[in-house]
């Protein structure tokens, strides 16, 4: 059915224990920046409401007061992603692929400090990381829409239903190629990660059937598991929030939601790229990029042509920065 040892992926990331303490301080202090945020919205506008009146009353300006405050930590985090992906994710894949190898971090260094160090000798700054991994986004998006294999069923209406939930599903199988991808920059300790980024997904598409099969089991597993922690921590968040000012019911779900997410980014995810690592480092062993799929990426993709661009102007060299 899979072609990974999911015992062997969830003792990699035992092995990583300061990483996924460090992914659960960060997570989880998101999800309880959140539960801040909506608590003091709504206490504000539960004021607000009181003292203003008007036809919502009380209990709408709660309403309106957690969701600013939801919205504001959602903002800080779309903005802050960059450094998560910097510090914690590509840092915690770089140990991972260490592991994978067969080797320790030297001694005398910490895990983190050795992610971090080695992260930013590779790719010199958040945002070529960043951009690398938008640029790997875009092109497996792409990619999804050329190679869409379902639309042969579309014309029998009884199976669209059943067709689109396929689609979702793979789609959201997607969600960690990208990192795998990033393992790949990794372990070849590239020079040129845009060039490098570009060889990774040729790689990845001339195998792609393979590769689909694993992520669409792992992210099945992984929703199933996130959808359990979420049904848990219902109850709790309700009546976290049924304390607050107003009636802030959805706010619980909300609430639960976020954290499910948290835990499922702290724990779930670090497994799956584990897991995926797996069968793309096997899969590809010997391998060298096909010509052929990189003309059929190079016509799907205008991003795939901005990497092949921006690896042209890059000047080599570990720390080097584009041209």
Do not use: C
């Not at 260094?109 to 945002?127: R, Y």
């Not at 938008?134 to 190679?147: D, E, N, P, S, W």
């Amino acid at each position: 059915m899979w072609d990974f040892s999911f015992g062997k992926a969830v003792g990699m990331v035992m092995r990583t224990l300061p990483f996924v303490v460090l992914r659960l301080v960060v997570f989880i202090g998101i999800g309880i920046a959140y539960m801040a945020a909506v608590g003091a919205g709504a206490a504000v506008g539960f004021g607000f409401g009181h003292f203003a009146g008007g036809t919502e009353g009380p209990e709408g300006g709660a309403f309106w007061g957690g969701l600013i405050g939801f919205g504001l930590v959602s903002m800080a985090l779309y903005l802050a992603r960059e450094y998560i992906l910097y510090l914690v994710k590509a840092a915690h894949i770089a140990v991972l692929v260490e592991l994978y190898d067969g080797r320790e971090v030297p001694a005398g260094q910490s895990q983190i400090g050795f992610g971090a160090a080695f992260v930013k000798t590779h790719f010199a700054a958040s945002s070529v990381l960043f951009g690398v991994d938008q640029l790997i986004k875009g092109v497996l998006r792409a990619f999804f829409r050329t190679i869409n294999f379902f639309t042969a069923f579309l014309p029998i209406p009884a199976l669209q239903s059943l067709i689109r939930l396929a689609e979702s599903i793979v789609r959201t199988s997607l969600t960690y190629v990208d990192e795998i991808i990033l393992a790949y920059l990794i372990r070849t300790r590239t020079d040129n990660p845009w060039n490098t980024a570009k060889d990774g997904l040729i790689l990845y598409a001339q195998n792609y059937t393979h590769f689909l099969k694993n992520a669409v089991w792992l992210s099945v597993f992984l929703w199933l598991m996130t959808a359990a922690i979420f049904i848990v921590l219902i109850g709790p968040a309700i009546a976290l929030v049924a304390i607050l000012p107003g009636n802030l019911t959805v706010w619980g779900f909300a609430l639960a939601f976020v954290f499910a997410w948290a835990l499922k980014a702290a724990l779930l995810e670090p497994v799956a790229i584990a897991s995926l690592m797996q069968v793309y480092f096997k899969t590809i062993e010997g391998q060298t990029p096909n010509a052929e799929w990189e003309a059929k990426l190079d016509s799907a993709s205008r991003k795939f042509r901005e990497l092949g661009t921006k690896a042209a102007g890059w000047v080599g060299g570990a720390g080097a920065k584009p041209a």
